[in-house]
Every structure is written in C-alpha cells, then in structure tokens.
C-alpha cells in the first residue's frame, strides 16, 4: 500500500524559507514575540493563548525557542496529520485571501508578500498565479493552492 504524504510544507528548501522570514533577527531560532509578529504581519487575528499554545507545540525541548530541527520536524506533517495539514493549509490559504472570496488575485498576493519584505510587483506576483491557475480564472482557488503547494514534495525514495 502506498503512503500519501501531505502536501503541505514538503520541499525543505521553502521549510527554510520559511523559517528565516520567521527568524527575523536571524537568530536561528523563533522567538514567541517573532512568531506573533509575522502572524500579525499576515493578518492573522490569532490571540496571544493560541500563539503559545502554538509555540507550546513546536517547541519540543522547551527551551522557549523554536529551533530549525523543531520547526522543519512540525512542517513535515505524516498521514495521522493529514487533517491538521488539511487545516494549516486551509488557515495559510485564508490569510492570503484578504477580501475572503475564496481566490487569491495577484494584488493579493502582492500585499502579502510586501508584508513579509518579499520585493516583488504584481506583475511577478500575476505569473506566480499564471503558473498554478489551472482553470484560467486569474485567481488561485483553494484546490488550486493545495496543488501549488504540493507541487515540489517528492515521494520518499
């Protein structure tokens, strides 16, 4: 029987990616308040409690710090995760969706990724939609973000 791995967060190489817009100081490690600020800077409406309790997950050595190991360990989600993934993919999904019409345009796109101090233009952020917009709407759907988003996991070997 084949395994299904989930498709969120696979590819290491946009774990790390990840990790380091979360580690704003560069630390090499998230702090609590690191990880409340790009919640925020997300648009996230996540309560202090929930961000701990978060933070509470991640941080397996309870050190009060969320370590690279921790971090990419969280991300690489197994099938009994599957629907926590389902989930994280579907809140990822919603921070992007700014007007909550259930598609992400390109000048929503953009916003976000202004926020998290990614320099690109709409025009970039159109053809990053372009790539994954598989029913030529101009938008990416929730469907078509999973996909997107699964798009670099590859099956273990």
């Not at 100081?25 to 409406?45: F, H, N, P, R, W």
């Not at 971090?71 to 989930?87: G, I, L, N």
């Not at 809140?91 to 990614?118: C, V």
């Amino acid at each position: 029987m084949e395994t299904k791995r989930s498709v969120y967060l696979q590819d290491m190489d946009q774990v790390r990616k990840v990790f380091n817009k979360f580690d704003a100081d560069g630390s090499g490690t998230i702090s609590l308040t690191e990880l409340i600020d790009v919640l925020k800077a997300l648009g996230s409406y996540t309560s202090d409690d929930e961000v701990k309790r978060m933070m509470e997950e991640i941080d397996t050595d309870h050190d009060g710090l969320i370590n690279w190991e921790e971090f990419s360990s969280f991300c690489k989600s197994s099938d009994e995760d599957s629907s926590r993934a389902e989930e994280d993919l579907k809140e990822a999904f919603d921070l992007y969706d700014q007007d909550k019409d259930g598609n992400i345009s390109s000048t929503e796109l953009h916003q976000i990724l202004n926020r998290l101090g990614e320099k690109c233009s709409v025009q970039d952020c159109t053809k990053m939609i372009q790539s994954v917009d598989s029913d030529g709407d101009g938008f990416v759907s929730f469907q078509e973000f999973k996909i997107m988003m699964s798009r670099s996991s590859q099956p273990d070997a």
